[in-house]
């Protein structure tokens, strides 16, 4: 079972008052001598709220003085038995789980929004069984075009049957955790956008539906209902917009985490559910550049007072990365670098001018590091007719051990060492080398933390 966390008690058990008891009782027909777990969803996270264990008659029984947070919540059996079900207002109903049938058979008595909400899930699974149909015969027909466009508009129109239909589920239980949920599922409806003018490019036209999909993704999403925390469904969809919606560049992830926060501000702890995954997905992140989203979120947000669950020594930590993040983001001028090359005498960065510069950090260990600088010679040997300058700086030796080490030889290269620290004060953030740069003309950061293997790519693109 993933990442349980055994708690006791919950931040969001106080989004209302405790103004009555719980009382969930689990029948279980079969093996019921092993303990049972409540617990609810958080996100990505499962937190167990209690555990029961049955009677003679295989009942468990799970109850309290006090009203459950409403929400997706499950029940956990050690024989791997699990499955989610609401908690609404109504807090006092009963499961019952058939553990002798294949299926493991599951039933609720006085919970008409959990009764409904199976049969929802069996009725839009048959759906979705229907729609994978269609799908594969779109893939069959690939290389009819007038059988693509036929059934491309069957499944259109099947996709506007599954989205009325769950709209009238909505409708139909209009304030109820039931139709929030439903509600929070249901995504843009492109039929709507096919409904418009249509452009007659059609790369205009691709681009259009696309921005139409992005920018009503969220619409049918309350933000202000604090219920639909306690399940995955915020969870998923955030992931799924930046994974597969939002276009992979650091600047389009800006704009979107932007306007999603917007949205967020409504309800406080919506918001710390949103900012909290975009820090953690982008405060780590290995792609080149997103450093950059990073930087933004600490500086807007953290620093700019809109995080009072951070406490003064974190808001200081982060302000003190943002500092040393911000010089190296792409685009930004390349801090200078005045260091001093085999004759002692200081060898400028960015006072010595090409068309692109491959500014290479790396440590001294013998047979490694002349591998590494002999790599990029041999790579960038296509471009020995192009204006290209490369700046090597060694950052963990002594300027007189330094000097005498054979990989420093290189034709042509500016070959310095840091001394006194004056890497780190000039601006850069080597946590570990190799770290290579590139540079264009006016020593902007094209790339700022490029593999070896890519450096010939990157310069190809600006060559």
Not at 233 to 244: A, C, D, M, R
Request: hydrophobic share 35%; net charge positive.
């Amino acid at each position: 079972m993933k990442n349980i966390l055994f708690i006791l008690f919950s931040l969001f058990i106080s989004f209302e008052a405790f103004t009555q008891e719980y009382n969930i009782t689990v029948k279980v027909k079969g093996d019921y001598s092993l303990p049972i777990y409540l617990g609810y969803h958080y996100g990505a996270e499962t937190l167990l709220l209690d555990t029961a264990k049955s009677d003679k008659l295989g009942i468990y029984t799970f109850s309290k003085k006090e009203k459950l947070g409403e929400g997706v919540y499950f029940v956990y059996l050690e024989n791997k038995t699990y499955f989610d079900f609401l908690v609404g207002d109504n807090q006092q109903f009963r499961i019952n789980i058939n553990l002798n049938s294949k299926t493991k058979v599951i039933s609720f008595d006085n919970s008409e929004q959990n009764t409904n909400f199976l049969t929802f899930q069996a009725d839009i699974s048959k759906m979705y069984q229907e729609s994978s149909l269609l799908v594969s015969r779109l893939k069959a027909n690939k290389n009819n075009t007038d059988s693509t466009i036929n059934i491309q508009n069957e499944i259109y129109a099947f996709n506007k049957t599954i989205s009325d239909f769950r709209l009238k589920i909505v409708e139909e239980n209009k304030g109820s955790l039931f139709a929030a949920i439903i509600s929070s599922m249901i995504e843009p409806d492109i039929n709507e956008f096919n409904s418009r003018p249509q452009n007659t490019n059609t790369t205009t036209q691709a681009i259009n539906r696309y921005t139409f999909y992005k920018n009503y993704y969220f619409d049918y999403y309350d933000f202000s209902d604090t219920r639909l925390l306690r399940s995955e469904i915020l969870e998923n969809k955030i992931k799924t917009f930046f994974t597969s919606v939002v276009k992979k560049h650091p600047d389009s992830i800006v704009v979107e985490s932007r306007k999603l926060l917007k949205k967020a501000e409504i309800n406080s702890y919506t918001f710390k559910f949103t900012f909290d995954w975009l820090l953690h997905k982008y405060e780590n992140y290995d792609k080149v550049g997103y450093d950059k989203v990073f930087v933004y979120l600490a500086e807007n947000y953290i620093l700019n007072n809109k995080t009072p669950w951070l406490n003064k020594k974190q808001i200081e930590g982060y302000r003190q990365l943002v500092n040393l993040l911000k010089p190296m983001l792409i685009s930004k001028i390349a801090p200078e670098l005045s260091l001093p090359d085999i004759n002692n005498k200081n060898v400028s960065l960015n006072k010595n001018y090409a068309d692109a510069t491959v500014l290479v950090f790396y440590q001294l260990d013998q047979e490694k590091s002349s591998e590494i600088l002999d790599k990029i010679a041999t790579d960038i040997q296509i471009f020995e007719k192009k204006d290209i300058m490369v700046y090597t700086v060694c950052v963990n030796s002594t300027y007189d051990i330094w000097k005498t080490m054979p990989q420093i030889e290189k034709k042509g290269w500016k070959n310095v060492c840091d001394i006194n620290d004056m890497v780190s004060k000039s601006g850069y953030y080597i946590e570990q080398a190799p770290r290579v740069f590139i540079l264009n003309y006016e020593k902007q950061i094209i790339s700022n933390n490029v593999e070896i293997k890519s450096i010939k790519r990157v310069l190809s693109r600006i060559l």
